[in-house]
């Protein structure tokens, strides 16, 4: 178990206000900036948890790919379909499934999808990561602002 210190890295995405098939990009292809610390030994760090915020209260699932390195080869487009190119997808280093029926609390106009516990290994990992949003449901956004993220990552 890494003992480093645990890092907030918050995601602003930029939804359409539409309706998103099952399978489409929200958010388009997220830079997180200085994600992972860098040491003379390397670059390393666990994500131990992510958090989603819905202010339209959608109820499905979401799939977020994370990424060791820039997907350069791929293109992701916003209420688009996912295809992640082969060239890419050794830089996949996990997804993490955000499930509604059990990482999802509802309030009375939003709601949260919190998924802990992860201990994704970041090993390898530039100082940026990269991660894509995936629905699985069919998701329709009221503003173009209802969805962040935030991931927590335990730094070496």
């Known amino acids: 178990m890494i003992q480093g210190a645990l890092r907030s890295v918050p995601v602003s995405l930029t939804v359409q206000a539409a309706v998103y098939a099952a399978a489409d990009v929200v958010g388009g292809k997220l830079t997180l900036t200085n994600a992972v610390r860098s040491r003379s030994f390397g670059i390393g760090g666990v994500i131990e948890s992510v958090v989603l915020r819905d202010l339209a209260a959608q109820t499905g699932d979401y799939d977020l790919v994370i990424f060791n390195a820039d997907p350069s080869a791929t293109t992701f487009t916003e209420n688009g379909p996912i295809d992640v190119a082969d060239a890419d997808l050794g830089k996949v280093?996990?997804?993490?499934?955000?499930?509604?029926?059990?990482?999802?609390?509802?309030?009375?106009?939003?709601?949260?999808?919190?998924?802990?516990?992860?201990?994704?290994?970041?090993?390898?990992?530039?100082?940026?990561?990269?991660?894509?949003?995936?629905?699985?449901?069919?998701?329709?956004?009221?503003?173009?602002?209802?969805?962040?993220?935030?991931?927590?990552?335990?730094?070496?």
């Open 93 to 156: 280093v996990g997804v993490v499934k955000l499930v509604a029926s059990t990482h999802r609390t509802a309030f009375a106009d939003s709601c949260v999808y919190s998924v802990g516990g992860l201990n994704l290994s970041l090993a390898g990992a530039g100082s940026n990561l990269y991660a894509v949003l995936v629905a699985r449901g069919t998701p329709t956004f009221a503003a173009t602002t209802d969805v962040s993220l935030e991931l927590f990552i335990r730094q070496d």
